[in-house]
Structure formats: C-alpha cells, structure tokens
C-alpha cells in the first residue's frame, strides 16, 4: 500500500506530469494518482474527476496532471455542506472537492451548489 501524500505534496514525475489531459487515458492518470496514495471517488460515476479535469481544466490553466498539482498546492482547503473538503484554487476561481483521499470532481466557483 502506498503512503497518502498530503495534497500539497501530490506530483506526477516523467513524462505524464507534462502530458495533456486530453492525452492521458483515465488508466495512465489513475496510475500516476495512485502513486501518491490517491484515487478517483468511489462512490462518483465512474471516472469523474479525471472526465472533469479533461473538459474543463484548461478554463483554469489546468491543463497537465502537473498544473493539477501546483494548483492544489498553492490552494487552500475548506469544508463543505455535505461532509467533503474543496481545495479553492486558481485565486477562488475553481474548486477541487475531494473527500479524505479521493477526488470527486473540478468544478467552477460559482457552481458549487
């Protein structure tokens, strides 16, 4: 079992960390998150967080699994209604929410319901 990085310290060494979501398969992305002690939430539709950071990560400048990590390091975390955390990155413009070490979703500031 892997140790469960602290979402600060989340990295993606290679060539993934610079690679395109767009072209990364959710295997490969899956892999590098589990690396860290990561994983996509279980109790989502399958793959969410990894189909959000393809469709909407690059109108954060989160385009690479290495943008993903300097974003969440430079964010900060907070709680939500439901019970989840949501790291506030990109200066408050988007939201990872995350639940312990599983990623749910990337999603707009001004979605969050």
Not at 84 to 100: D, M
Request: hydrophobic share 35%; aromatic share 10%.
């Amino acid at each position: 079992m892997k140790p469960i990085k602290s979402i600060e310290e989340l990295e993606f060494p290679g060539s993934i960390g610079n690679m395109a979501f767009k072209s990364i398969s959710m295997n490969e992305f899956i892999n590098a998150l589990n690396k860290n002690g990561w994983h996509e939430g279980s109790h989502t539709k399958r793959y969410h967080f990894f189909h959000s950071l393809v469709e909407r990560g690059t109108m954060f400048g989160i385009a690479t699994p290495n943008d993903l990590a300097r974003a969440l390091r430079d964010g900060y975390t907070l709680p939500t209604k439901n019970g989840y955390l949501k790291r506030v990155c990109r200066g408050g413009a988007c939201l990872v929410i995350y639940n312990g070490n599983e990623f749910i979703t990337l999603c707009h500031a001004k979605d969050e319901g």
